[in-house]
């Protein structure tokens, strides 16, 4: 799969199909003056089957079905690697702690999204990918090599969203995280680029939010160094997540198990459908899900200064492919 370049800074979303032809396109909310702009929704528009955001108020130029978990369970799984920067425990504390952010927001009345978000543990696939007939896991993997998606330095992190391009339902959801460029910190002394705040703005991707031109959102698109604003969600962001996942009826008997089944290894090192008794090959649900109707959006967060470099002059580093 190739992948497009993201603009800098990550003002932008990029977007391409699994199966067919590719494209791209910038947030539309930047052009739009921010005294009408609240919170944003990643969106499938049906006549281009691109993503845009969709911003509420909604306004002339947003198009589309916003995107959404179908299901109020849904799941993560940690490389198990993690990074030089970070331990895979450390790495589990704080995606634990970001997840809880979004799921806990205060929607009003003591009530909040009806969503439940379960770890499955460690996994050795840092791919991020979604297979329409094997195995999946939603992934959050640590780039220690290289940042594969050339942007200087700029980018923080990426969170790749794929879906049904007919009713915006999210099959999979994986977030890679620019520790080549990067010097993250924890905690809050001598904070750098703050990979709670980094988590918490990328969980936000993961649960179907775009950016916010509101500057004091964890949905804003650029990321202030040394800062540690956006762990803590804004009346902006706690707008936008409870009205993605309304609150609602308790959650029972919850199934967090990836669609098409959990794997912990990615695709190509999984046996073939047909040789692994077929649970894998199970028919899409009503609605879409084959090949062609599944598209992948991916949005990052930006760096207001240059990320700085751990390893400058490390050789052999990836450039965009
Ligand atoms: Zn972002």
Request: proline share 7%.
């Given at each position: 799969?190739?992948?497009?370049?993201?603009?800098?800074?990550?003002?932008?979303?990029?977007?391409?199909?699994?199966?067919?032809?590719?494209?791209?396109?910038?947030?539309?909310?930047?052009?739009?003056?921010?005294?009408?702009?609240?919170?944003?929704?990643?969106?499938?528009?049906?006549?281009?089957?691109?993503?845009?955001?969709?911003?509420?108020?909604?306004?002339?130029?947003?198009?589309?079905?916003?995107?959404?978990?179908?299901?109020?369970?849904?799941?993560y799984?940690l490389q198990e690697d993690a990074s030089d920067q970070v331990t895979l425990a450390e790495a589990e504390a704080i995606f634990e702690q970001a997840f809880a952010t979004?799921?806990?927001?205060?929607?009003?009345?003591?009530?909040?999204?009806?969503?439940?978000?379960?770890y499955?543990?460690p996994?050795?696939?840092?791919?991020?990918?979604?297979?329409?007939?094997?195995?999946?896991?939603?992934?959050i993997t640590f780039r220690d090599?290289?940042?594969?998606?050339?942007?200087?330095?700029?980018?923080l992190a990426?969170?790749?969203?794929?879906?049904?391009?007919?009713?915006?339902?999210?099959?999979?959801?994986?977030m890679e995280i620019n520790s080549f460029d990067v010097t993250l910190s924890m905690g809050d002394d001598d904070v750098s680029f703050d990979l709670l705040s980094i988590a918490t703005h990328e969980v936000?991707?993961?649960?179907?939010?775009?950016?916010?031109?509101?500057?004091?959102?964890t949905?804003?698109?650029?990321y202030r160094p040394e800062s540690t604003i956006l762990r803590d969600?804004?009346?902006?962001?706690?707008?936008?997540?409870?009205?993605?996942?309304?609150?609602?009826?308790?959650?029972?008997?919850?199934?967090?198990?990836?669609?098409?089944?959990?794997?912990?290894?990615?695709?190509?090192?999984?046996?073939?459908?047909?040789?692994?008794?077929?649970?894998?090959?199970?028919?899409?649900?009503?609605?879409?899900?084959?090949?062609?109707?599944?598209?992948?959006?991916?949005?990052?967060l930006?760096a207001?200064?240059?990320a700085r470099?751990r390893?400058?002059?490390?050789?052999?580093?990836?450039?965009?492919?």
């Amino acid at each position: 799969m190739r992948s497009s370049d993201l603009p800098p800074a990550g003002r932008g979303a990029r977007a391409r199909a699994v199966a067919a032809a590719s494209f791209t396109l910038v947030a539309a909310a930047l052009a739009l003056p921010r005294a009408a702009l609240a919170y944003c929704r990643t969106s499938v528009c049906p006549e281009t089957q691109s993503t845009a955001a969709v911003c509420t108020p909604q306004q002339a130029t947003d198009c589309g079905i916003p995107l959404a978990w179908p299901s109020p369970c849904v799941s993560y799984s940690l490389q198990e690697d993690a990074s030089d920067q970070v331990t895979l425990a450390e790495a589990e504390a704080i995606f634990e702690q970001a997840f809880a952010t979004w799921t806990a927001a205060d929607c009003g009345g003591g009530t909040n999204p009806r969503m439940e978000v379960t770890y499955l543990g460690p996994i050795s696939c840092d791919a991020h990918e979604y297979n329409q007939r094997k195995g999946n896991a939603n992934i959050i993997t640590f780039r220690d090599d290289g940042w594969p998606y050339g942007s200087g330095g700029n980018t923080l992190a990426l969170t790749t969203v794929t879906y049904n391009l007919k009713n915006g339902e999210i099959y999979d959801a994986d977030m890679e995280i620019n520790s080549f460029d990067v010097t993250l910190s924890m905690g809050d002394d001598d904070v750098s680029f703050d990979l709670l705040s980094i988590a918490t703005h990328e969980v936000g991707h993961f649960l179907g939010l775009s950016h916010s031109a509101e500057v004091t959102a964890t949905m804003y698109a650029d990321y202030r160094p040394e800062s540690t604003i956006l762990r803590d969600l804004d009346d902006d962001d706690r707008a936008g997540i409870c009205a993605v996942y309304p609150p609602g009826e308790p959650i029972e008997a919850c199934d967090p198990t990836p669609r098409h089944g959990f794997s912990d290894l990615c695709a190509e090192d999984q046996p073939d459908p047909e040789e692994s008794g077929g649970c894998a090959a199970a028919p899409s649900s009503p609605g879409g899900g084959g090949g062609g109707l599944v598209a992948a959006a991916a949005a990052s967060l930006g760096a207001l200064a240059r990320a700085r470099r751990r390893r400058a002059a490390r050789p052999g580093r990836e450039r965009a492919r």
